[in-house]
């Protein structure tokens, strides 16, 4: 999936395919009230999941529960590209889920 939607060649963890128009000009999606707004897909390998929590020591819950976070922040608008994006990100990761897990995204 990450050849076919992204262009490179490599495993990844998680996908995210975000529903909303990330450009700020774009007009906001309608939401109606007491419905949920739909962000977006969120798709996990779990084969690089069990391997990533395997080599930083974590369960593969505490993994699946990461790659959740990191792809719906993705589908929020944050952006790991660049050094201080990631940052952003994991410190954003940090405080959902507690210090414990020491992301390796």
Do not use: C, W
Not at 66 to 76: E, Q, S, Y
């Amino acid at each position: 999936m990450n050849r076919e939607y992204r262009g490179i060649d490599t495993p990844t963890d998680v996908l995210s395919f975000a529903l909303l128009d990330p450009m700020p000009e774009a007009p906001p999606m309608p939401a109606l009230p007491g419905q949920p707004v739909l962000l977006g897909d969120v798709i996990i390998s779990l084969d690089t999941a069990e391997r990533q929590a395997a080599a930083v020591g974590i369960t593969l819950e505490e993994e699946l529960a990461l790659l959740t976070i990191h792809g719906i922040l993705h589908l929020l608008g944050y952006e790991d590209e660049t050094e201080a994006g990631a940052e952003k990100m994991r410190l954003r990761e940090r405080a959902i889920l507690g210090n414990s897990l020491q992301p390796a995204h």
